[in-house]
């Protein structure tokens, strides 16, 4: 975003309509258990730091997902059958270098799709993310910023993860500029904006969609963008931690499965005022 003060202004007016039925089957595919944010007595101590991992690729089949630890090789987290557009939660795992692999959910046996090494730091989350087209996955890490946001605010950066469109503009309906040419696979510096409700024009490569959020008081949070069933531009907004030192969104069942919910606005299409 273009500053992590950036001014914006509150939605106004506009019926909202449901968004599209493909859309909502997509995020019902990977419906989770809601999880409550950990307490601050949760928060990283001693030699640990938070991970989550993310699966961003459009055209990549379900996935299982396994973190191990480059030394000695034991599976620190693993979770099973996650699906395009699904975040986990984070999970805290002591400070070092884990290999992340994915293996296709259908072949368990198989070679993981893809693989590659992540660092977690003592006292910092980071975001693990495949994005891309199939022929071309990658793996980035994202480092996350959970800082405390101030008084009746939020905190808020965009993540780029659209395979239809090079870059993407985002601005708020009132034409203020959220993101400018942002990159795929790039992730934008976080904002400190009033709490509530907005409306975000989408564009890039000629497409244009508007979508509603919802950023909670005190939450620090991750809009994701995403290809739709449609091959439109969309957000799947991701809270990343809220109220008590913005204490990150915890409590991932490891071992088999347990993706735990993040608070996903519901997206909505916005009528022209």
């Known amino acids: 975003m273009n500053s992590p003060h950036t001014p914006l202004r509150r939605r106004r007016g506009g019926r909202a309509l449901l968004f599209a039925a493909a859309v909502l089957g997509l995020i019902a595919a990977n419906a989770m258990q809601v999880s409550a944010a950990p307490s601050a ?9 938070w991970v989550r991992v993310a699966h961003l690729s459009p055209d990549t089949a379900e996935v299982n ?17 996650v ?55 990658a793996i980035t890490a994202f480092q996350d910023d959970l ?26 309906t009132t034409g203020l500029s959220i993101a400018k040419g942002a990159a795929a696979g790039s992730s934008t510096a976080y904002a400190s904006v009033p709490a509530g409700p907005w409306d975000l024009e989408l564009t890039g490569s000629g ?41 990150p969104i915890g409590g991932v069942q490891t071992g088999g499965g347990g993706l735990a919910a993040q608070e996903d606005a519901v997206l909505r299409l916005a009528d022209a005022p």
Do not use: C, H, W
């Open 41 to 49: 007595s949760q928060l990283p101590t001693g030699s640990d730091g």
């Open 207 to 247: 497409l244009s969609d508007v979508v509603s959020i919802q950023l909670a008081n005190g939450s620090v949070n991750t809009l994701f963008v995403l290809d739709n069933a449609e091959r439109r531009l969309t957000v799947k907004s991701v809270t990343d931690g809220v109220s008590v030192g913005a204490a």
């Open 83 to 137: 699906g395009y557009g699904a975040v986990s939660d984070y999970v805290p795992l002591t400070a070092g270098t884990y290999v992340v692999s994915m293996v296709p959910t259908s072949t368990p046996g198989a070679a993981p799709v893809i693989s590659s090494s992540v660092t977690v730091e003592q006292g910092k989350a980071v975001t693990v993310a495949a994005f891309g087209r199939n022929q071309d996955l």
């Open 147 to 172: 800082t405390t946001p101030e008084p009746e605010t939020a905190r808020v950066r965009l993540v780029q993860a659209s395979t239809i469109a090079k870059t993407v503009d985002v601005q708020t």
């Open 65 to 81: 997902v396994q973190l191990t630890a480059l030394a000695g090789g034991a599976i620190v987290f693993s979770l099973n059958g």
